[in-house]
């Protein structure tokens, strides 16, 4: 194995070492060269020495994986991105390209260490952080990692942006500006359900059942789960929308058609020219919730109305609401007694009633 440092002496008689990789030079602060020598030797086996571990751990992964020291974090990469289908994979694709993923992206797995990560997470974004996380993870659970480079709590906590909700008048003021008939429509649709912008443009018209009053759809994202599509009885507002729109076939051809990505951004175009800061086309969802959460609306419905199992989710969606609660006095004098079995009256029932 080739010395790592070398040894030379100056004119001045003290003797140096250089590191053969990086030039770098250190005095060994020593005029004899018994010293010399043993001070290099002990730099060159502290280096020699986990070097010659890895390549010994190498040997025997690649006695049962061959491609235990080719895979790089490239690799890793593709791989994940090929686990995924539809619009995942184009998000994982895009994803992969990020710049900062460079400083590893020819990395083989088994020389990574945690500095790497972090190095990596410090020049990259809040989707850098999440997507190096799932890639590392994947690795892990491949079996392409013999351990964790990075301990769970020593990843940064990704910070996110702070995101609101429309509010009723930036509402009004968006519908009121859009002329194209099926934005306009689209928008106020996203206002009535709260749907996230893909299943609304793939809305189809056999999606409203005007017999029973509702409309249902089917969430996009958890496709092929076999769980009920959120279906949302037709209110008057509601049904004054629908009925504009076509009665057979997708209800937004057009909309239907473009990639989501430029749906939001010809949604962030409207709002810059009214001066609405902020907002993008998933802030709809937080004006439903938070509208929901003002109204007393049952969290349950609301999970199922999102096409949330989770009730975080709905409570992060509704974050913003501000809730004026009724003073608790009242409730107490809005009771009505309930009679036990042997003809007593003990415990009391609120009336439902929110202010």
Known sequence: MKQRFILYKRSNGTFYCEDTQTRKQQSLKTQDEAAALTLLHSKNEAF??????????????????????????????????????????????????????DLIRDLPLLETRAEHFLKVIRVGTVSTNV????????????????????????????????????????????????????????????WHTGASQSDLANLHAKDIDWQRGVVSYERMKITGRAKTPPQITIGIELEKLLRTLPSDGHVFPYLRTVRAGDRATEFRQRCQGLGIAGVTLHSYRYSWAERAKKAGYPERWAQVALGHNSKAWARYYSKGAEVVLPPLEDYEK??????QPNGATAAVAPIAKTA
């Not at 809005?334 to 009679?339: E, Q």
Request: with cysteine.
């Open 48 to 101: 020699r020495q986990p070097i010659l571990n890895q390549q010994i751990a190498l040997a025997y992964l690649s006695a049962s994986d061959c491609d235990a020291g080719k895979r790089t974090w490239q690799f890793v990469m593709n791989e994940v991105t090929a686990t995924k289908t539809d619009t995942t994979r184009n998000r994982y694709a895009r994803a992969i390209l990020d710049r900062a993923f």
């Open 131 to 190: 997507y190096l996380r799932r890639l590392h993870n994947f690795a892990l659970d491949m079996t392409w990692l013999p351990k964790t480079i990075l301990p769970k709590k020593q990843w940064p906590k990704p910070v996110f942006k702070d995101k609101r909700a429309i509010t009723a008048e930036e509402h009004a003021r968006i519908i009121e500006r859009e002329l194209n008939p099926e934005r306009r429509a689209f928008y106020e649709l996203a």
């Open 334 to 339: 809005k009771i009505i007694p309930l009679r």
